[in-house]
């Protein structure tokens, strides 16, 4: 079973654009990831937000997790498109063990 | 860079036929993660190793699939027999045990 729920499933954007991707997810967490995947390979981890934070920042990444809301959002700042690709939160309820989400499929178009 | 390789990248079986994946994570992780990926969804976890020891298997088909870590490094999935139901991307991670987990390139599973 799958916890947490992206919103879009699909976006597509100018390269020089901005992406939000959002997620809510049902249960209480200890953190929430993000991932991407590239068509037919494995994923990357891009930032990790804990419980007791609010936001965070790598570079064109931010993240913000709103616990009250149960809900997380990544937004790209300036997309290109090496950004292409499908994105995937995932929460880490305890133990280390993620629940992903069904992710995004992000198309950056030159 | 240490990367977590995973063999064979590409398998075609029959149903009913017998097929394993193997895993070697980063060197120092204790923690293995076996997902499966269906495509077009976000991965499920079939089983989780701390070091040689099962930590979670609840999401494994036990009837079908097995998974042995045995010296606690690389490790084995295996499904006997499969199905059509299998055919997906098999993924495999590592991490130290906590935060973030480093995945594999997957084997890509179709069965006819």
């Known amino acids: 079973s799958q916890q947490g729920e992206e919103d879009p499933q699909a976006l597509s954007i100018q390269e020089g654009e901005n992406a939000t991707m959002n997620c809510s997810y049902k249960?209480?967490?200890?953190?929430l990831q993000w991932y991407r995947q590239n068509s037919g390979r494995g994923l990357v981890h891009l930032i990790l937000?804990?419980?007791?934070?609010r936001e965070k920042h790598s570079g064109r990444l931010r993240v913000t997790l709103d616990t009250s809301k149960k809900s997380s959002s990544l937004l790209i700042t300036a997309s290109r498109a090496a950004d292409t690709a499908s994105y995937f939160c995932?929460?880490?309820?305890?133990?280390?063990?993620?629940?992903f989400g069904g992710g995004t499929r992000l198309m950056v178009k030159p | 860079e240490a990367e977590v390789a995973q063999s064979p990248r590409y398998k075609i079986t029959e149903k009913s036929q017998a097929v394993a994946f193997w895993c070697d994570p980063i060197?120092?992780?204790?923690?293995l993660y076996w997902y499966r990926q269906i495509l077009g969804q976000g991965p499920e976890l079939l089983v989780q190793f701390q070091d040689e020891s099962v930590v979670d298997d609840s999401q494994l088909p036990k009837d079908r699939f097995s998974a042995e870590r045995l010296k606690g490094v690389d490790s084995t999935l295996k499904i006997q027999p499969a199905e059509l139901g299998d055919s997906a991307m098999y993924l495999c991670?590592?991490?130290?045990?906590?935060?973030?987990?480093?995945f594999g390139p997957g084997t890509r599973l179709t069965v006819t």
């Open positions: 249960t209480s967490i200890n953190n």
């Open positions: 937000i804990r419980s007791n934070e």
């Open positions: 991670a590592s991490s130290k045990g906590t935060d973030e987990q480093y």
């Open positions: 060197s120092g992780h204790a923690t």
């Open positions: 995932a929460t880490d309820n305890a133990g280390n063990m993620l629940t």
